[in-house]
């Protein structure tokens, strides 16, 4: 679908989120790098493409459809053969009670295919728009699961017998080899999977997937594909195939369904041979607004306020693989603006922020996180991303930058937000500049989200209100459990606010509970919106921790973590496990995921 670029203006001048003078400045660029307004809009995140599909349906009078591939029947499917959806860039998704076809087509206008489509399917059509990735990603459903691929792939194809035995043939852009390949990383990028692990067995070569945090076995490959596999993921990868012995890192870009994807590679050699995960980093996804992660409430004010400050440093801390650089994403990304210069060292790169500075550490080339961080301040920054601390120096250097006059990011590993600061006196950093310079620290961790389709609700049984008790600290009465007067009235605040917030969550609980009678689980066998495991997605559970004035006297003071996380609480800041209660009560996770990453603490 193109749009002319006159009407993507008037699309975003009637729209009311756009000024004159930013659509000004879009036309100046697009002037100057000789592009489609379109593509400028997406590509600035300005709007995601659905946004924009939405806008230009609206203006047209077609209605838009956001498209679930897995949503749609087999034989409703084949009402339309492959070959022509393809070639038309259409797709039957649902027939009506009165036999009407629901047609979704990419592009509408396109009278050609759509008189075509008419003499095909008949005139009994209702058409609709949806947009180019979820258009592509209803075609794949098409094509049968990952283990029929690949059977179809491998089947009577000639492998090396040996795992160092692999020719150019073998690996070849047209090969199975290659093919294989590019269906495993397809099949990960439709199953939502952030990570793709190959490992070699004795007898043959697993292949895995991490979604919503949990590995899960897709297919086992013959052992003898091994060799070639590995060879042709480090061909991509721009590594060297000869060398087995010693692990290596690259990285390597693919298009799936109009989408462009990073994939990082990790080999490591094992026991069996070379293991290759594969860290999968969507380049096109528009960074996720706040209540989108999870931040709500006071926590929610707490953030903006403080990324909104000229000067001080904000930490996140928490393990690896809770979000951390997501969040920091979403945040440099509201940031972002032209009159404002963003400079970052990571290490490595996850995700491409337009318009920043963004620079990879290079131990090997003395590019460390402390001499990029040194640079950097050389640089005339306003904001300054530092991917971590890892040591005193790193340390003292974004405590140094936060005192003169930057906005300082920076990711720790602690278990909570008040163990950060007691963490940066473990460094070396002097209590008062610890005081002076800290905003905010955010604590979080990733649950998985109930699928709001199919999930069922439970009431607690003894051993679960047992938990609770011990948990979260709350009291029994009268066979119902209550929570702390305190805990109680930030849960009720909570839902009051985020039921009439912008952007809340239209399946929370309607009514204010003060009495803990009914949480929510996972259906049995889920359904198909989530490929039956009964969780979409996940969603954070966040501490966040202002840094007041009372405070920044217990640092002063160098008070232990402990002290300095109960008065926080005592100032009305959540814990990460209440957060999550909530986000339970809500109906968003369960308990049991609640409990799963906080356990812990």
Not at 194 to 208: G, L, N, T, Y
Not at 369 to 392: H, K
């Amino acid at each position: 679908m193109r749009i002319a670029d006159s009407l993507v203006e008037k699309l975003l001048f009637n729209s009311g989120n756009f000024s004159k003078e930013q659509i000004t400045e879009l036309r100046a660029q697009e002037a100057a790098e000789k592009r489609p307004l379109q593509d400028l809009v997406i590509k600035n995140n300005l709007l995601s493409e659905k946004e924009l599909t939405k806008l230009y349906a609206d203006e047209i009078e077609i209605p838009f459809v956001e498209l679930n591939g897995r949503d749609i029947k087999h034989d409703v499917l084949k009402l339309l053969p492959e070959r022509i959806a393809r070639q038309y860039s259409a797709i039957v998704f649902d027939v009506d009670p009165d036999g009407i076809q629901l047609l979704a087509m990419q592009d509408p206008d396109d009278i050609q295919a759509l008189n075509f489509l008419q003499k095909q399917l008949g005139t009994n059509l209702k058409v609709h728009i949806t947009t180019s990735s979820l258009l592509q990603s209803a075609l794949d459903q098409y094509r049968g699961n990952i283990s029929s691929e690949l059977t179809k792939v491998i089947a009577g194809d000639d492998q090396p017998e040996e795992i160092d035995d692999v020719s150019e043939d073998d690996v070849a852009e047209d090969s199975p080899v290659a093919q294989t390949v590019n269906i495993i990383i397809e099949y990960g990028v439709k199953s939502g999977a952030s990570d793709i692990h190959i490992e070699p067995r004795e007898d043959f070569v697993v292949v895995r997937y991490r979604i919503d945090g949990m590995l899960r076995e897709a297919n086992k490959l013959p052992r003898k594909l091994l060799g070639a596999l590995v060879s042709r993921i480090k061909i991509l990868s721009n590594l060297k195939i000869d060398e087995h012995r010693a692990p290596q890192d690259g990285r390597f870009k693919i298009e799936i369904s109009g989408l462009v994807y990073a994939l990082r590679v990790s080999t490591l050699p094992i026991l069996d041979g070379e293991k290759v995960v594969m860290r999968i980093l969507n380049e096109s996804t528009k960074p996720a607004e706040f209540n989108e992660l999870g931040f709500w409430g006071e926590a929610l004010n707490d953030l903006k306020h403080a990324i909104t400050q000229p000067h001080g440093m904000i930490l996140v801390t928490g393990p690896t693989g809770s979000g951390k650089s997501t969040t920091l994403f979403s945040v440099l990304s509201v940031l972002n603006t032209p009159n404002v210069n963003i400079s970052t060292v990571e290490d490595p790169i996850e995700y491409h922020v337009v318009g920043a500075n963004q620079v990879q550490v290079n131990n090997q080339a003395g590019m460390t996180f402390t001499n990029g961080l040194r640079a950097l301040l050389r640089q005339d920054p306003n904001i300054i991303m530092v991917g971590e601390i890892r040591d005193s120096e790193t340390a003292d250097l974004a405590v140094q930058a936060a005192l003169t006059g930057h906005l300082v990011f920076s990711t720790l590993h602690t278990n909570n937000a008040a163990t950060c600061l007691p963490r940066l006196l473990d460094m070396g950093i002097e209590p008062f500049l610890i005081a002076s310079t800290v905003r905010v620290v955010v604590a979080q961790r990733l649950v998985r989200r109930l699928c709001a389709v199919c999930r069922e609700t439970v009431t607690p049984d003894a051993s679960m209100l047992g938990q609770l008790i011990k948990t979260f600290r709350i009291d029994l009465h009268g066979g119902l459990v209550r929570m702390h007067e305190l805990e109680k009235a930030a849960l009720n605040d909570s839902i009051g606010k985020s039921s009439t917030s912008k952007g809340a969550d239209t399946n929370e609980l309607s009514s204010t509970p003060t009495t803990i009678n009914r949480f929510f689980k996972a259906h049995d066998g889920g359904c198909a919106s989530c490929n039956h495991t009964g969780f979409k997605g996940r969603i954070g559970i966040y501490e966040v921790l202002n840094n007041s004035p009372a405070l920044q006297t217990l640092i002063v003071g160098n008070t232990i973590s402990e002290k300095i996380q109960e008065a926080a609480v005592q100032e009305g800041m959540l814990s990460m496990q209440l957060d999550g209660l909530i986000k339970a009560l809500r109906g968003q996770t369960t308990l049991e995921e609640v409990l799963r990453v906080t356990s812990q603490e």
